[in-house]
């Protein structure tokens, strides 16, 4: 069974302090490991996706990194405009296209 | 062009009432996906449409959870005789065929049952 964990669960920065959240997961078959953001009250905006270990994607202060076992989502310089939570899913080669999702990381960032 | 829509975005109803959920996909897209987000839990999915193609219902909770999509687009989940634990946030998304996967989202409908 596919499975997603994210470490923290809260983070809390000041602007301007650097920090990276983790996604750990287990997937019969990577086809692609997906990074969301969700305010609250809104669905999950589509982030970032990556497809194959030593992949990295980068937006503004957001950069996302994948090897065989996790993913790095690194936060540089935060703003208090990138406080939301942020979530991590996984599709794997089951045949199904459903996300599995880790249940987030809520980050605050203090002007 | 327009994202995701669904309605209603609150809905309140009694333990044992039936409610039905709609969503409206992004047009020309053609896979349709429902999930469910309770408090504390990560997402959770409930049912994927792609086309024509049988749905996968994998995900239902139970049989009170039905879904249907109408000509390819507009789809409804449907919770018979409602329980406390069905309040959730469910969530629609849809995707373009080609795109591997990128699944884009409705801002939800918040269930509350009483």
């Known amino acids: 069974e596919d499975q997603v964990t994210q470490s923290p669960e809260a983070l809390r920065l000041q602007e301007g302090e650097s920090s990276s959240l983790n996604c750990s997961y287990t997937?019969?078959?990577?086809?692609?490991l997906f990074w969301y953001r969700q305010d609250p009250g809104k669905g999950p905006e589509f982030l970032f996706t990556?497809?194959?270990a030593g992949e990295e994607k980068e937006k503004e202060r957001l950069k996302a990194t994948l090897t065989k076992k996790e993913s790095f989502l690194h936060i540089t310089a935060p703003k208090p405009e990138d406080s939301a939570t942020y979530l991590c899913?996984?599709?794997?080669?089951?045949?199904?296209?459903?996300?599995?999702f880790g249940k987030g990381t809520k980050l605050t960032v203090n002007p | 062009g327009a994202g995701v829509s669904q309605s209603p975005s609150n809905k309140v109803t009694e333990k044992g009432k039936d409610v039905e959920l709609r969503c409206d996909p992004i047009?020309?897209?053609?896979?349709l996906y429902w999930y469910r987000q309770s408090l504390g839990q990560g997402l959770e999915f409930l049912i994927y449409?792609?086309?024509?193609?049988?749905?996968?219902k994998s995900g239902l909770p139970s049989d009170r959870f039905s879904a249907e999509r109408t000509g390819g687009s507009v789809s409804t989940l449907t919770i018979q005789r409602t329980q406390q634990e069905d309040s959730a946030v469910y969530l629609c998304?849809?995707?373009?065929?080609?795109?591997?996967?990128?699944?884009?989202f409705g801002a939800g409908t918040r269930l509350s049952v009483l």
């Open positions: 047009s020309g897209h053609t896979a």
């Open positions: 449409f792609q086309g024509n193609s049988a749905p996968d």
């Open positions: 990556l497809y194959s």
């Open positions: 899913a996984v599709a794997g080669q089951g045949g199904s296209e459903k996300l599995v």
């Open positions: 997937v019969s078959g990577l086809r692609g």
């Open positions: 998304a849809s995707s373009p065929r080609g795109r591997r996967n990128i699944q884009y």
